[in-house]
């Protein structure tokens, strides 16, 4: 008798992000359940398992067999964890919430990761929602003369906003828990195409975010803000949009190369504990 692997997956009524039973990723997923997993998280783009009690190791195990670790600058690792970063803001933190704008992980690197795993640890009470937009439902939902006019487009990616000398944590004065590296490595720029196709699915999306993507290759500042501001608030419109709420020792997983996220806050005086790794990813084409 051949054994047919089940999870439960269930998605939420748009069909962008889903809920995955029937799992613990605690131990190795027979090859048939890896592969339904991984068919749920190209269909959903954004997975969550619930009831996940991971150690650091096991999120570690679990996270290469997705695929190699990603790189992961500017953000100092976990001790005796290089791949895993921990997302801890405490009850007396102000500075502003890690994650707090829209992006996509790392999409100024050559090859951005294709994944982010993230595990609750600690959640607080009220608020530090994590929201989703989807780039590819946002690429398709556009006329045919805007997808006409992007073609071939490229747009410029940088981490300088953020992590650059003269980026928002250069300047920042309040307390925060995480080491945050401020590097001129952050003010480099480079290019990638402005609509990517995904490489397991084939559908198109949009690859900009108004954390990361600074300009568009060839246009003048003028230009490519005025397109690279209707893009930024076409992607996150509400129809695209879906809100995740945590429970505790629960996995999300998300997809880089078609979704860009946003960190709500709202829980000062809470504290929120995450542990993120990332999986490498490929040249966005
Ligand atoms: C992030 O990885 O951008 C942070 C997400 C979160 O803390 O909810």
Known sequence: MVQVAEIIVTPQESGFGARIEGVDLSRPLPPAVLAEVKA????????????QPLSLEALEAFTQTIGPFGVDPFIAPMPGHP?????????DETATNFGAGWHSDWSFQKTPPAATLLRSQVIPPVGGDTLFADCS???EALSPVMKKMLEGVRA???ASRAYG????????????????????????????????????TGRKALFV????????????????QAILGFLFAHI????????????????LMWDNRCTVHFAEGGYDGHLRVMHRTTVAGEPPV
Do not use: C
């Open 165 to 200: 000398t003269q980026g928002v944590f250069a300047k920042e004065s309040a307390k925060r828990t995480m080491e945050i590296i401020v590097s001129p490595e952050a003010d480099k720029t480079l290019t990638h195409p402005l609509v990517r196709t995904h490489p397991v």
């Open 209 to 224: 975010s108004p954390v990361y993507t600074v300009g568009i290759e060839g246009m003048a500042v003028a230009e490519s």
């Open 236 to 251: 996150v419109q509400e129809q695209f949009v879906y809100r995740h709420r945590w429970e505790k020792d629960m996995l």
């Open 156 to 158: 410029i990616h940088s």
């Open 40 to 51: 749920a998280w190209a269909r959903h783009s954004v997975v969550a398992f619930p009831g």
């Open 137 to 139: 439902r946002a690429y």
């Open 83 to 91: 791949n895993v970063l921990e997302l801890r803001r405490e009850p």
